[in-house]
DNA sequence: ACACGATTATGAACAAAGTTCAATAAAAAT
DNA sequence: ATTTTTATTGAACTTTGTTCATAATCGTGT
């Protein structure tokens, strides 16, 4: 019952990963638990915290995870039309956005409905991966902005996130009802995006 | 131990909510747990079981509480300039609930932290609640919309009030860090309502 | 080969969580 | 006074995160 070592450091790690994220999307985030995971790995819990500090450790990495496969897809050029305008172009992010969310709803929602412990502090690293989320969709409203507009489009670019965020949160929480007894939810999102461009150019 | 009568059944609900409404002000609906309200109303865990079905039902009954208090306060004719355009209120309306989720951040978070198991069902008297939320804002935004159009009042009305609440979730949450870096958020507030409104009339 | 030290996995143990329920004490009814 | 009803208890069960002494095994030096 020691040492094995069928399995290196790096390796468990991945394979804890990976068990909690299968646990994840098929359950949602809090059925991860240690002693499924170790059931899962062939392992027993306390080798998880060899591995991890705390379960928290194992969550946080996991939301890495997320962000990842999140920043991958919005990245990929092939889903982007470099000729278009920055409205179109923008749109089809917010729908990338959105589908990961409906399509991967355990995962998204393990990013905003799964609260560190507050006195869990987060890495820097993992804040430093959000921020880089940014970064395609400000170039993408470039075109928008007069050079030296830097601040304004900064500004513009959070807007536009948090605005899309909020709809597919409310939308995919089922939060507020009856939210799509109205209107489509990507009509939703183009006529907000429509509204709030139009409404740069004052 | 038994039938000791101190308190009615409804004197036994007021109670076991307003310390768990403490609770949740001081520590964050995390910190909620039946032996901890027993303990601050004089009572043992079992009790709580009499009153309430399960520990899901007293934070739904907490979520109600939130919602009835937002509600008040949104409402409240005396904030609103009845004079003013349309945008006014709706900065104002914007800054009111921004302001509660900063003043009432636990309280807040727990509509939207606190997951209800995917079993447990939001009873029907809830949405109702939410639902009516949205009423004072259709209200506000009606003077922008020809008579008959309703239904694009209606997704209106549900693209700002879920673009507010992105930005004080993603603020609140701070999951997207640098955030405020770069404005003040009732700044970005005012921006974004700006821009949707002008870009209404198209 | 062998033994020894370093490492690694274990599983028993702890506290605290939600939840249940037979037992009990007190109020109400007879 | 006795019985019935009911409110409250507290012990018990399961499951959670977490710790750590213990045991097993690998690598290495002789």
């Known amino acids: 019952m020691a040492r094995r070592n ?6 468990l790690k991945t394979m804890i990963l990976d068990a909690a994220w299968n646990i994840t999307g098929d359950e949602g985030f809090s059925a991860v638990t240690a002693r499924r995971i170790a059931r899962a790995i062939g392992y027993t819990p306390g080798t998880i915290y ?19 496969e999140l920043s991958a897809m919005i990245t990929l050029p092939s ?25 991967h709803l355990h995962h998204w929602m393990l990013l905003f409905g799964y609260n560190l412990t507050e006195s ?3 890495p820097e690293w993992y804040n430093e991966k959000i921020a880089l989320l940014f970064d395609p969709l400000e170039q993408m409203i470039s075109p928008l902005f007069a050079p030296g507009g830097e601040r304004r489009k900064k500004i513009a670019a959070r ?15 089922r939060k507020i ?5 109205y209107a489509d939810p990507e009509e939703m999102m183009d006529y ?5 461009i139009s409404g740069i150019g004052r």
Chains 1, 2 share one sequence.
Not at 177 to 181: K, V
Not at 192 to 196: A, L
Request: proline content about 4%; aromatic content about 10%.
């Open 6 to 11: 069928d399995h290196s450091r790096e390796e």
């Open 50 to 68: 060899n591995v991890f500090t705390s379960m928290d450790d194992v969550l946080i990495a996991l939301c890495a995870r997320v962000v990842d």
């Open 79 to 103: 889903h982007y039309d470099p000729a278009a305008r920055p409205d179109h172009n923008l749109k089809i992010m917010a729908r990338l956005y959105r589908r990961y969310a409906s399509d």
């Open 120 to 122: 869990t502090q987060v």
């Open 159 to 173: 807007i536009l996130w948090s605005s899309v965020h909020g709809l597919c949160f409310l939308e995919a929480t």
């Open 177 to 181: 009802p009856f939210i799509t007894d």
């Open 192 to 196: 907000m995006i429509d509204g709030f």
